[in-house]
């Protein structure tokens, strides 16, 4: 029987822009990195399996292993858009491990984020959510997907955008550089506007994010607004959380770190530096498994 000391782990992170895989030993030493497309579920789920295929054989090509020795691998994968456990088994099914847990990405971002600590983590890139973790409990927020959730996101903040500067051509908003820039993008035509979100994903909208957080903290007011819409929801999460005593508050992903100055007072005096990555957090849930089965042999 093969013993869990012999074998090595694999971690996954995937989401709506890329996903991103590492090979370590058992101690946690990172040996192998790789990094393949998008591996959003939810919005696409051949792709995002194919890519996380990918991703582990090239990390797995790097330390020499064969199909054999990757199957033996103890693997966590967290992708973004699982919702039940029937999409969980879905993936696994399909992927090249013997031992293999999937789970959403917003387990992995807050156990990466907080470590051993309690406490809330935003984390906003393309989608978003808060969680809220006590007693070894998460709470989540949000992460329904840009159609009926991820308030706060870069791709709500870009779609938002896209809607202040057509209204800004109607005479019906308010007007700034940010809505100017980004209606020249568009070679000044609102059309191509609708022609753009007649076809954009999640992705395709928050590759406009960086340019509002920049507009934002450069005091243009769309950007301000548009920040100030967000962290109104982000401030509400964090209220139904109850945060007790110390617990923290950590900001992840591209765009969270810069909602810090939109947050009340009350949060912005909880933030701390997150621990780790959404990587970190596949990884120690994987190496948790491995020690459960070593106390059961």
Known sequence: MTRAGEYHLCAVDGGGTGCRAAIAGLDGTILSRASGGPANFATNASQAVENVRGAVRFAAAQLGFDDTKMRGLIAHVGLAGIMTEADSL????????????????????????LGACDGATIAIGTGSFVAARRGGQIRYFGGWGLSVGDQASGARLGRALL???????DGLGEESDLTRGVLSRFGNSPAEIVAFAATARPADYAALAPEIVQSASAGDVVGQALMTCGAHYLNAALAASGLRGDEVICLIGGIGPHYTPFLAA????????????ALDGALQQARLRAEEMESQQ
């Not at 809607?163 to 051509?169: F, M, P």
């Open 90 to 113: 879905a993936v696994a099914s399909q992927l090249p491990f013997d031992i293999c847990r999937v789970s959403d990405d917003r387990e992995i971002s807050v156990i990466g984020a």
């Open 163 to 169: 809607e202040r500067t057509l209204l800004a051509v």
């Open 266 to 277: 009350e949060y912005r005096d909880r933030i701390r530096p997150a621990k780790g990555l």
